[in-house]
């Protein structure tokens, strides 16, 4: 990965609570004890990105209008690394960035691994940014793989699903990747489905994979989606 080329459309303001709805990709970034960032990437033919806290609203920033970068109807969420939110946009696959001090957009030069049927990132939330994508042609994925970020932003292989894991995986998704989406906790990569109750993570410094059984509080006929998210409850004392 060499080093991103700039995007023209920047831009800032005051961002005052809004009763209208809002849709859109968002994405929710714990910060210890200073509270939780909510950023919210709104499509449109000029394309405006939020920032503010929660719980307690804190009014934030108001970036854009932009150049229409992510597509008009961009529902995955970014990645927050090294203080810009990352985002894969669609084919042809590419990453693109935002950074949250400059209000610039970035896409980064680098060329990302052949034969991609969908892609996502994941951070550790310090040093790491992984790839996530599907291996295979025409739609269909052949393999699952994982990669990281190297030293000169090129994409090292980390770990690869092995075959029988990633056959039930695409039957699950049912080849449609738009399901699909990725997260980081406690040293694992996990991968899921919006249709599925299971979840397929990759243990990353044992490079082992393996699949989180479905909740048996669940009943046996789901009809509802289902939304994965990384939880780890921490107790701040006061000083």
Not at 9 to 27: K, Q, R
Not at 110 to 129: C, H, I, M, Y
Not at 167 to 186: D, G, L, P, T
Request: aromatic fraction near 16%.
């Amino acid at each position: 990965m060499q080093s991103p080329s700039r995007l023209p459309g920047n831009g800032s303001g005051d961002l005052e609570p809004s009763t209208g709805g809002v849709t859109g990709a968002c994405s929710i970034f714990p910060t210890c004890h200073l509270g939780t960032r909510f950023l919210c990437y709104v499509p449109s033919s000029l394309p405006i990105l939020f920032l503010f806290m929660i719980p307690k609203f804190i009014p934030g920033k108001k970036f854009g209008p932009f150049e229409p970068i992510l597509g008009d109807d961009y529902r995955q969420e970014g990645v927050l690394f090294d203080g810009s939110l990352y985002f894969t946009t669609s084919e042809p696959f590419s990453i693109a960035c935002f950074d949250l001090e400059s209000g610039r957009w970035e896409r980064l030069d680098s060329e990302l691994p052949g034969d991609l049927t969908f892609v996502r990132l994941v951070s550790d939330g310090e040093n790491k940014l992984y790839l996530i994508g599907g291996v295979g042609r025409n739609g269909i994925s052949r393999g699952v793989k994982l990669w990281e970020s190297g030293d000169g932003r090129n994409w090292i292989e980390v770990e690869s699903l092995p075959e029988m894991m990633c056959k039930k995986f695409v039957s699950v998704c049912y080849h449609n990747y738009e399901r699909v989406y990725c997260f980081w906790h406690q040293e694992m990569v996990c991968i899921c489905c919006y249709t599925w109750p299971e979840i397929l993570y990759c243990r990353v410094s044992r490079r082992t994979w393996h699949w989180l059984p479905k909740c048996p509080s669940l009943p046996e006929k789901w009809s509802c989606g289902f939304r994965w998210f990384s939880f780890v409850p921490e107790l701040y004392a006061a000083v």
